[in-house]
């Protein structure tokens, strides 16, 4: 199995498009990467013309994900058979069987047996907002994060493990947005959370990765997503500079250990001796 790699752990097919060029700049370099996922997406909208229905949803988006990984040289690809939870306020967040309702305690090991396995020296998981507040993000948040100290807590003092949260961009995306209605485009309803995701507290990157190389090979792990790409909203009408400039960075913040004093970093193993 991989060992001191790179895992990802996030909650749905596609959550990964925010961080692909990272991952594959890294797994290009022959880094271990591993994808760990908490749900299939299996409550999510469908575009049309996909051939996937409600009941075989969430096979369509297993697929799509292990697309989408394989384009960006990831072959381990994993999950948590936990059931997709749907937006807040949701009927199927009552849904007993949600991954936003699972047993702490059970998913937290579940994710640590996952890191047991395969070792990784960085971990990179959502925020505590989620991003814009998906009861899913949060969760694996949560989880991943005890997942880590756990782990952590029984390796050497001198061990080098980091762990990483995704800190989107968000005032970015309403800079964006903002530049598109002023040339005059529509940008039609914003994406899950929207703009008003801003006002959520949120960490502010330090580490920030350049990944213009990887540019084109983000945006063709996207289009793998076939039965998600009626639902990125204005995404979808971004003039070329704008999404070049939007997409060709990757932000996160590294929680665990804490960069002393305000220090920035470029690489999620900087400083990992």
């Not at 199927?92 to 047991?116: L, Q, Y």
């Not at 983000?218 to 009408?237: E, I, M, S, V």
């Amino acid at each position: 199995m991989a060992d001191g790699g790179l895992l990802v752990a996030l909650a749905h097919p596609d959550d990964e498009s925010l961080i692909s060029g990272t991952i594959a700049r890294y797994a290009s370099r022959g880094m271990p990467v591993t994808m760990l996922c908490a749900t299939r997406g299996e409550v999510g909208e469908i575009a049309p013309g996909t051939g996937a229905t409600r009941e075989t949803l969430g096979a369509f988006r297993e697929q799509e994900l292990r697309d989408a990984c394989r384009l960006l040289g990831v072959a381990d690809v994993r999950f948590l058979d936990h059931r997709d939870s749907g937006m807040q306020g949701t009927p199927e967040n009552e849904d007993p069987r949600s991954f936003a309702r699972a047993d702490a305690e059970r998913v937290a090991g579940e994710i640590r047996a996952v890191m047991e396995d395969v070792r990784p020296r960085v971990v990179v998981t959502w925020d505590e907002t989620g991003g814009y507040g998906h009861p899913d993000h949060m969760a694996m948040h949560g989880h991943v994060s005890a997942a880590f100290d756990r782990m952590r807590g029984t390796m050497p003092e001198d061990a080098q493990v980091a762990l990483f949260y995704m800190a989107l961009p968000i005032s970015e995306f309403v800079r964006i947005m903002t530049e598109m209605r002023a040339r005059g485009i529509d940008v039609g309803d914003p994406p899950a959370g929207g703009e008003g995701a801003a006002s959520m507290p949120r960490v502010e990157a330090n580490c920030v990765i350049d990944v213009s190389d990887e540019y084109e090979l983000k945006r063709q792990a996207l289009r793998a997503h076939k039965t998600q790409l009626d639902t990125f909203g204005p995404f979808t009408n971004m003039p070329p500079d704008l999404e070049r400039s939007f997409f060709g960075r990757e932000h996160f913040f590294r929680a665990r250990p804490p960069l002393p004093g305000g220090k920035k970093i470029d690489d999620l193993f900087a400083e990992l001796s």
